[in-house]
C-alpha cells in the first residue's frame, strides 16, 4: 500500500468568527492549522458578523505562526452553508474549509462543488483557482456506516475528524473519561482514512483544559489517539495547541531511530543487501519505508533532522 499524501495537522484549533479580540489573538499563535469557525460557537444571530469578521481577517497577511488557515461552515441543509461558502470562498489565505454533519457523499459532494463555483480568487503566482482542501466532520451513526463512500467523493478531501459529542447525542451515549464507549467509531475512522489515503484522521476534543487536570487529559487524550492511528487533535482552547502538538510530533528516540535506519539503509544500498540489522532487529523495506516517512514528518514538525544525521552519520547497517 502506497505512503499516504503527506500533511501535519497535529493541532486543530477552533476559534468563534463571532470575535474579533480572539480572530485577533491567533495572529501570535504557532499552530498547524486554525479554524474559525462560523457553527457551533457563532449563535444565529451573529452569523453575518462572523463572515464578514472572518473574510476581512483571511484577506490580511497570514500569520508567520499558522501554517494552514480553515473555515468551518454551517452543515448542508442548516439553510446558512450556501452564505457561509460565498463569503469565505474567495479569500486569499483560506487553506481548508471544514464541513460539518456530513452524513453521505451528496453531502460532500454539493459542499465541494458549491466550493469550487464560487472559488474564482487566482493568487498572485497561481494561472487559475487554488483548489480548497476540505476536511469531513463525522458526527453520526449514518456517516459512519457512509465512511467509505464519503472518503471516495472527491480527491480535495484531505481528511476526517471524529465529533464525539454529537455521536453521542446521536447514540444516545454518555461519556466517559476513559472514551471506550466511541472504541469502534474511532477505530474506524483512523482505519478509513488510512485505506482511503487521506493524510489527515483529526480526534475529538478534549472537553477538559483548564489547569493541570485539563493539561493531564489532554496528554492522555492525545496519547490515546495516537495508539488509535489518529495524527491530530481537535482543541479548544490555545493551550491544548502545544500539548497536541508535541504529542503528535515524532519523539527524539523515534527521529534517531529513523535517522539511524535511514543512514545506514543507505550504505547498505550501496553494499547491495536487501535486509540488514539494527540493534539486533531485522531491517526491511517496510520499515525503511517508515523511517523515511518520520524523518519527513519530523523535519515538517521543525524538528532539527539536520543535527541527527550528523550526529549518526557514522551509522553502519549490520
Not at 4 to 20: E, I, M
Not at 22 to 30: A, N, P, Q, S, V
Not at 34 to 52: H, Q, W
Amino acid at each position: 500500500m502506497s505512503a499516504a499524501k503527506f500533511a501535519v495537522r497535529r493541532a486543530l484549533l477552533y476559534v468563534p468568527g463571532s470575535s474579533q479580540k480572539m480572530l485577533d489573538k491567533t495572529r501570535g499563535l504557532t499552530a498547524d492549522c486554525v479554524a474559525y469557525d462560523l457553527e457551533d460557537s457563532v449563535t444565529p444571530g451573529r452569523k453575518e458578523e462572523a463572515r464578514s469578521n472572518i473574510r476581512r481577517f483571511l484577506e490580511q497577511p497570514k500569520a508567520s505562526g499558522i501554517k494552514e488557515c480553515a473555515v468551518r461552515i454551517n452543515a448542508v441543509g442548516s439553510g446558512y452553508e450556501t452564505q457561509d461558502i460565498a463569503e469565505v470562498a474567495n479569500a486569499p489565505n483560506l487553506d481548508i474549509i471544514v464541513v460539518p454533519k456530513v452524513n453521505s457523499r451528496s453531502d460532500l459532494q454539493w459542499a465541494a462543488d458549491f466550493i469550487n463555483y464560487k472559488r474564482t480568487y487566482v493568487g498572485p503566482e497561481e494561472t487559475s483557482p487554488k483548489r480548497v482542501k476540505i476536511l469531513a466532520l463525522i458526527e453520526s451513526a449514518k456517516a459512519l456506516s457512509n465512511l467509505s463512500e464519503i472518503c471516495s467523493t472527491t480527491s480535495q478531501l484531505n481528511g476526517l475528524i471524529f465529533a464525539a459529542e454529537d455521536f453521542a447525542l446521536d447514540l444516545s451515549l454518555t461519556r466517559t473519561p476513559s472514551l471506550t464507549e466511541f472504541l469502534y467509531a474511532r477505530s474506524a475512522i483512523a482505519t478509513a482514512c488510512r485505506a482511503h489515503n487521506l493524510p489527515s484522521t483529526i480526534d475529538l476534543v478534549c472537553t477538559s483544559y483548564k489547569g493541570d487536570v485539563g493539561r493531564r487529559a489532554m496528554e492522555e487524550e492525545c496519547l490515546g489517539g495516537k495508539g488509535l492511528g489518529f495524527n491530530g487533535k481537535q482543541c479548544i482552547h490555545p493551550d491544548q495547541v502545544v500539548i497536541a502538538q508535541r504529542a503528535f510530533a515524532p519523539s527524539e528516540d523515534e527521529v534517531t531511530w529513523a535517522v539511524r535506519i535511514v543512514i545506514a539503509d543507505a550504505k547498505a544500498d550501496e553494499q547491495g543487501r536487501g535486509a540488514w540489522t539494527l540493534d539486533d532487529k531485522m531491517i526491511d523495506m517496510p520499515v525503511v519505508g517508515k523511517a523515511k516517512a518520520l524523518v519527513s514528518k519530523a523535519a515538517a514538525c521543525r524538528i532539527d533532522v539536520d543535527a541527527v544525521r550528523e550526529k549518526w552519520k557514522n551509522q553502519e547497517p549490520e
